[in-house]
């Protein structure tokens, strides 16, 4: 089983609507995670981090965490053509700061 | 505006010829990471150091060394590129938090 599992996508979101990204993770990683956008050629632009269980919101942005069930999730709301890009999971793996990616997720926003 | 900065954005590299890449930061982070991502892939680890101590990952080619002279700077040296390393080279740097901030990229070409 990979350490952080992601669906790949292409999530197709109307504009103005929520889009709902979700990633699973093993017990070999820890409970930090992080949200990171790439756009197509660009390199990854942390979106959030997620240490405790339940919801933090920034924005547009919300982000869940479930430990009980190992899932974390990231909610888009009032979702615009410029949030079209990849998400990227990551959970931190030790103490020095190592990530594990997910392959990440797709998103197209819709006009 | 603190930040991680790249050089080359754009490399072009013959086969077997050695190349160069560099990173600096005004974070003043104490870890430095290199990723190489390939299309439609997760950045994948391929050093870290933490102050001055150096790890590298289990998979990383022995073609790839880096050095980091100081805090700031950070260099990836690929001693003979060959067709199969032509990718974006991502530099990221961390703090207590272990957010990590990633760099622009140096898209590398080789011919």
């Known amino acids: 089983q990979k350490e952080v599992e992601q669906n790949s996508g292409p999530l197709s979101v109307p504009e103005g609507a929520i889009a709902s990204l979700n990633c699973t993770y093993s017990?070999?990683?820890?409970?930090?995670f992080f949200w990171y956008r790439q756009y197509s050629g660009k390199s990854p632009e942390l979106i959030m981090s997620?240490?405790?269980?339940g919801d933090k919101e920034d924005g547009r942005f919300t982000a869940q965490l479930n430990k009980a069930s190992q899932y974390v999730s990231l909610l888009i709301r009032d979702s615009q053509p410029s949030d079209s890009a990849t998400y990227l999971c990551?959970?931190?793996?030790?103490?020095?700061?190592?990530?594990?990616f997910g392959a990440g997720t797709q998103v197209v926003v819709t006009p | 505006d603190a930040m991680v900065i790249q050089n080359p954005r754009y490399q072009v590299t013959q086969f077997g010829k050695p190349v160069t890449l560099s990173c600096s930061q005004t974070?003043?982070?104490?870890?430095m990471y290199w990723y190489q991502q390939k299309s439609s892939q997760a950045p994948k680890l391929l050093f870290h150091?933490?102050?001055?101590?150096?790890?590298n990952e289990a998979d990383t080619p022995d073609n790839f060394q880096s050095r980091r002279p100081n805090t700031s700077f950070c260099f990836l040296d690929i001693r003979s590129p060959g067709l199969g390393d032509a990718a974006m080279y991502l530099c990221?740097?961390?703090?207590?938090?272990?957010?990590?901030?990633f760099g622009p990229g140096t898209r590398l070409t080789v011919t």
């Open positions: 990221a740097t961390s703090g207590v938090d272990h957010e990590q901030y």
């Open positions: 017990d070999r990683v820890s409970q930090s």
């Open positions: 997620i240490y405790s269980n």
């Open positions: 990551a959970a931190l793996t030790d103490s020095w700061g190592k990530l594990q």
């Open positions: 974070l003043n982070h104490n870890v």
């Open positions: 150091y933490y102050d001055k101590d150096f790890n």
